[in-house]
Antibody, heavy 126, light 106 residues
Framework: QVQLVQSGAEVKKPGSSVKVSCKAT????????????ISWVRQAPGQGLEWMGG????????NYAQKFQGRVTITTDESTTIAYMELSSLRSGDTAVYYC???????????????WGQGTLVTVSS | DIQMTQSPSSLSASVGDRVTITCQASQDINTYLNWYQHKPGKAPKLLIYDTSNLETGVPSRFSGSGSGTDFTFTISSLQPEDVATYYCQQYDIVPLFGPGTKVDIK
């Protein structure tokens, strides 16, 4: 059973940073973690889905949405098949559920997303 | 920047009805268009990729068509379990989701 398992909910102060993890397990996915892109998508309360950026673990190639450039860092640890998303300079508008998701195609960040994590609620509040 | 619009923003239909959602891109995106189903408290689910390809395991009542700037998503016979918000997503340059269409049962 292929799974993306994310870390738990976080409550952060404005101006701080948050780092959310996403562990890939199961089936053949675990053996091919490096080959497929991991992206991060968020959904703020009452809002739609918003792509933040992605990474191809094998190449370390990243692609970030312009809106988040300079504030988001996506990394991976191939030895543990974990992807991370760190968002800095948090503000109330960053309160959202954050999802990790896998790209369908080998070596492509932009393609369709098939497997998704369960989501991590990040609340930014003073 | 590419803009995505969806219509309607919400709809209510009866079980068994045919439901159609449209998605329009502000510029030509070829067939780089996907459709997702999103239920509250759950992760989004890929239904259709590259405009018209049904993801493995997705019921055949879901379908998609279109090219260029205009795309259509259809549920041929609405079922109670189809209550969700549906998003189109283009990935011609960077992934961008449409605003979503909330589907309810009448």
């Amino acid at each position: 059973q292929v799974q993306l398992v994310q870390s738990g909910a976080e409550v952060k102060k404005p101006g701080s940073s948050v780092k959310v993890s996403c562990k890939a397990t199961g089936g053949t996915f675990g053996g091919t973690f490096s080959s497929y892109a991991i992206s991060w998508v968020r959904q703020a309360p009452g809002q739609g889905l918003e792509w933040m950026g992605g990474i191809i673990p094998m190449f370390g190639t990243t692609n970030y949405a312009q809106k988040f450039q300079g504030r988001v860092t996506i990394t991976t640890d191939e030895s543990t098949t974990i992807a991370y998303m760190e968002l800095s300079s948090l503000r109330s508008g960053d309160t959202a559920v954050y999802y990790c998701t896998r790209g369908v195609r080998f070596g492509e960040i932009l393609g369709p997303f098939d497997y998704w994590g369960q989501g991590t609620l990040v609340t930014v509040s003073s | 920047d590419i803009q995505m619009t969806q219509s309607p923003s919400s709809l209510s239909a009866s079980v068994g009805d045919r439901v159609t959602i449209t998605c329009q891109a502000s510029q030509d995106i070829n067939t780089y268009l996907n459709w997702y189903q999103h239920k509250p408290g759950k992760a989004p689910k890929l239904l259709i990729y590259d405009t018209s390809n049904l993801e493995t395991g997705v019921p055949s009542r879901f379908s998609g068509s279109g090219s260029g700037t205009d795309f259509t998503f259809t549920i041929s016979s609405l079922q109670p379990e189809d209550v969700a918000t549906y998003y189109c997503q283009q990935y011609d340059i960077v992934p961008l989701f449409g605003p979503g269409t909330k589907v309810d049962i009448k």
